[in-house]
């Protein structure tokens, strides 16, 4: 995977907790722009649809799995990280952000 979130990066004074809101602008703008050579475009434009980014899903999940069981911390992070991507990829696809999971999260507790 090409590097997703380096937008998200220039920002260095911006504080940690933004870096969720700043991928997702990142990867809602590579939908709407669809830049050449960037993996997120790709992902939209995937010849298989939404089902490379389900499949990247279950890819990733899996890895945190057994990353977790292995007590790997610094491969579970990585995989949670790719995982996390991809479902902030998905959302966008179905045309949620990160204000539909927040609200959701929160009516949870």
């Known amino acids: 995977m090409s590097d997703p979130g380096a937008d ?7 504080p940690p907790e933004a870096v969720l809101d700043e991928l997702f602008a990142t990867i809602a703008s590579r939908k709407a722009e669809l830049p050449e050579g960037s993996y997120t475009a790709s992902l939209f434009t995937h010849e298989k649809g939404e089902n490379a980014v389900l499949e990247k899903i279950g890819e990733e999940s899996t890895e945190a799995i057994l990353a977790a069981k292995d007590d790997d911390l610094d491969e ?12 902030l990829v998905l959302l966008a696809m179905k045309d949620l952000d990160l204000d539909d999971l927040r609200g959701e999260l ?3 507790f």
């Open 76 to 87: 579970l992070t990585a995989e949670s990280a790719d995982l996390v991507y991809h479902l």
């Open 106 to 108: 929160r009516e949870r």
């Open 8 to 14: 998200a990066r220039e920002d260095p004074d911006a």
